[in-house]
């Protein structure tokens, strides 16, 4: 059983940054597709970012392009989200990711097998 701890979220202010955390037990990280998802409030939840187990591929929502990175360490069986440029649209709580069942990243909530307890974000204009 995968289990996943984010850590890092908070209050900041618009064009600040934040790096959220995602630590992993309970399984060979580096076998692990991970994501990170968000979900605002009255909203759905969407993708953010993925990357591959060995961290060479990536993939990002259009809307976090250019401004969030995905990394990880399997050595520190850790994925990490650094945002930069926040902006109020960016609120929500996020949630880390993992996908054991399939070897390919993906974008699709469905596709993860865990997933963590969440962790707000709240960007303040």
């Known amino acids: 059983q995968v289990q996943l701890v984010e850590s890092g979220g908070g209050l900041v202010q618009a064009g600040g940054s934040l790096r959220l955390s995602c630590a992993a037990s309970?399984?060979?990280?580096?076998?692990?597709?991970m994501g990170w998802f968000r979900q605002a409030a009255g909203k759905e939840r969407e993708h953010v970012a993925t990357?591959?187990?060995?961290?060479?591929?990536?993939s990002y929502a259009d809307s976090v392009k250019g401004r969030f990175t995905i990394s990880r360490d399997n050595a520190k069986n850790t994925v990490y989200l650094q945002m930069n440029s926040l902006k109020p649209e960016d609120t929500a709580v996020y949630y880390c990711a993992a996908r054991a069942s399939g070897v390919i990243t993906s974008s699709a909530g469905g596709d993860y097998d865990y997933w963590g307890q969440g962790t707000q974000i709240t960007v303040s204009s």
């Open positions: 990357i591959s187990r060995s961290g060479g591929s990536t």
């Open positions: 309970g399984y060979t990280f580096s076998r692990l597709v």
